[in-house]
Each structure stands twice: as C-alpha cells, then as structure tokens.
C-alpha cells in the first residue's frame, strides 16, 4: 500500500520562504496527478496547486507566482516551494496522489491517496 509523507512545515514570518516535501513510500504504483492541498482553521479544504506526471502544472490564483510545485519521479517525492508567505497562507498543507491515468490534472480535483498533513504557520 503507498503512504505519502509530508514534510517541511514551520513557522515563518510573512515575506519568508518553505518548502514542502511528499515522500511516496511502499507498492510501487504509478502516481499520476499529484497536488497540494491546505486547510485553515475554519475553513474548507482548498487545492494549492498540481502537478502531471510529464510536469505540467496549475496553481490557485491566491498562489500563483510565489508558489512552485514540482515533482521527481525517479524518487518518487512531490516539492511545493513556497515564497513570499503571507499570514493567510496558515493552514495544514496535504499532499495528494492520483492512481487513475487520463483523470485530468487541476487544482481540487479527486485524489485517491492522501498524506497525514504538516502545518505552515505565517506570522505577520
């Protein structure tokens, strides 16, 4: 069974910089679609950004620019580098993994796999 990992939360004062890790571990399926997902206290689920299997990639609009995904199939690890942070980015951020090829590839879309979270803290 695949397990994603996340890693690399923290607290940062706005305008600083993190960067997300998404470890695939176990049966050694092929990951399709991959995103980023985030959720802040209170509020609903909201998909950060994705990312196909050959690299093509799609952002929200309240990241695009200062966020950047990507991915390294070899290692099977998903990255979202994260600049400029602002105080509304807080949140639990979830790394999420498509098993279904030809699924299309967006923002919020349906994942099959799911990480545990790791939280992102923005000071102002």
């Known amino acids: 069974q695949v397990q994603l990992v996340e890693s690399g939360g923290g607290s940062v004062q706005a305008g600083g910089s993190l960067r997300l890790s998404c470890a695939a571990s176990?049966?050694?399926?092929?990951?399709?679609?991959l995103g980023w997902f985030r959720q802040a206290p209170g509020k609903e689920r909201e998909g950060v950004a994705s990312i196909s299997r050959l690299g093509f990639t799609n952002y929200a609009n309240s990241v695009q620019g200062r966020f950047t995904i990507s991915r390294d199939n070899t290692k099977n690890t998903l990255y979202l580098q994260m600049n400029t942070l602002k105080p509304e980015d807080n949140g639990t951020y979830y790394c999420?993994?498509?098993?279904?090829?030809?699924?299309?590839?967006?923002?919020?879309?349906?994942?099959?796999?799911w990480g545990q979270g790791t939280q992102v803290t923005v000071s102002s």
């Open positions: 176990g049966y050694p399926y092929i990951l399709y679609c």
């Open positions: 999420a993994a498509d098993l279904t090829p030809n699924d299309g590839c967006y923002p919020g879309k349906g994942f099959d796999l």
